[in-house]
């Protein structure tokens, strides 16, 4: 059975730090890896989605990267900002069972980071 | 840029009673999904839909609950007697085909009383 662990569970930073989030996965059997954004109360928003062929993804300043046969994936913040505040999920999308592609999600990174 | 929509983003139901979430995916995605998160723990897979049919549950997933399609645009949760554990936040999402990510609704939050 595929498990997800994400350190650390939380992280507080001074603005303009630059961080990094881990996730790790038991199964490298998998399909893509997908990093989420959730603040408090609110809904998932997708932040990168790394195929398992791929070794990293940009958008801004995040970058993500998948070492899919040691089971890990990596989130890096740069020049970090109070806005940047909110739980980070990883979910990975296992191959086998059904082709449905069901995600099995970490507990997330409650990132905090202050003025 | 599309976005699936839940409604109601907060619902507070008595103990017993049935209640229907609902969802609009986005228009050309093909697979649909009900995840909850229970306050403080992981996000959790329910059900994913398919064709018009249920493609796979979990064992959550049991007889109190049932989704639905009634038209090409909603897609709906049912708990027909809700139990307090029950509440958590429900999201819905959808994708289209292939290895394309999810989006995500933003989540109604249900709390059974």
């Known amino acids: 059975k595929q498990e997800v662990t994400q350190i650390p569970a939380a992280l507080s930073v001074p603005e303009g730090e630059n961080l990094v989030l881990n996730c790790s996965f038991t199964d490298s059997a998998i399909y893509n890896l997908q990093w989420f954004r959730q603040d408090p109360g609110k809904g998932l928003t997708s932040l990168l989605l790394?195929?398992?062929?791929?070794r990293e993804q940009t958008s801004g300043r995040l970058n993500a990267s998948l070492d899919k046969s040691s089971g890990r994936s990596t989130l890096y913040i740069a020049a970090s900002q109070p806005g940047d505040s909110a739980t980070y999920l990883c979910?990975?999308?296992?191959?086998?069972?059904?082709?449905?592609?069901?995600?099995?999600f970490g507990q997330g990174t409650i990132l905090t980071v202050h003025p | 840029e599309p976005e699936v929509t839940q409604t109601p983003s907060h619902q507070v139901t008595q103990m017993g009673q049935e209640v229907i979430l609902r969802c609009v995916p986005i228009?050309?995605?093909?697979?649909f999904y009900w995840y909850r998160q229970i306050l403080g723990q992981k996000v959790e897979f329910l059900v994913s839909f398919y064709n018009n049919e249920i493609s796979e549950k979990s064992e959550i997933f049991d007889d109190q609950f049932s989704v639905e399609r009634p038209d090409g645009s909603n897609f709906t949760l049912k708990i027909r007697s809700t139990k307090l554990e029950d509440s958590a936040m429900y999201f819905c999402?959808?994708?289209?085909?292939?290895?394309?990510?999810?989006?995500f609704g933003s989540g109604t939050r249900l709390t059974v009383v």
């Open positions: 228009s050309n995605h093909l697979y």
């Open positions: 790394i195929q398992s062929s791929q």
């Open positions: 979910a990975v999308r296992p191959i086998g069972g059904t082709s449905y592609g069901k995600l099995t």
């Open positions: 999402a959808s994708r289209s085909l292939g290895l394309s990510g999810y989006t």
